[in-house]
């Protein structure tokens, strides 16, 4: 059973504030991340623990979507924003330097510093779950080793 940090979770993101992240990014958030963003936006994990065939990995916080409003007055959370994040490393999780907004989208922070993110690259409308890895991606060449086929099934391989 998926479980939070008490008091962890921060403002859940509006209707408007998640249809303005999908076409200034241009993409479409599937319907399962939307729906775990509006109940657990920006919370830390207690069930935070996955594994993958080469090693383990520590969930840190999910990261959070917020509205200009909000990120202002939220100045502690602002670090973990979804824009703020694909800001940071924008060219490093992009892997044609002709694209147009982005096609891996990261979602939450690992303990190593590398990221869980959604992986449009083979379905627009259905992205894999992976890891970037932040040591291995270079400009234009993101390293990723996928997780899931979906959101949904990757919190359920989540554990303590």
């Known amino acids: ?69 909000d990120r202002d007055r939220l100045t502690d959370d602002s670090w973990s924003e979804l824009g703020v994040v694909i800001t940071e490393i924008d060219e490093r999780l992009i892997d044609d330097e002709d694209l147009i907004g982005v096609n891996i989208i990261p979602v939450a922070a690992l303990f190593s510093g590398d990221f869980v993110c959604l992986d449009f690259r083979e379905n627009k409308s259905s992205p894999n779950v992976c890891v970037w890895f932040h040591e291995e991606s270079g400009e234009f060449s993101p390293s990723v080793e996928k997780l899931s086929s979906n959101f949904t099934e990757f919190l359920n391989q989540l554990h303590v």
């Not at 939070?4 to 479409?28: A, G, L, M, Q």
């Not at 509006?38 to 069930?47: H, S």
């Open 1 to 69: 059973m998926f479980e939070v940090k008490k008091d962890s979770v921060v403002v859940s993101p509006s209707d408007e504030t998640i249809k303005k992240f999908n076409e200034f990014y241009r993409v479409n958030l599937p319907e399962d991340y939307v729906e775990f963003l509006k109940q657990y936006n920006g919370a830390e994990p207690v069930t935070n623990v996955f594994s993958t065939l080469k090693r383990e990995y520590l969930v840190e916080k999910f990261l959070c979507l917020l509205s200009k409003e």
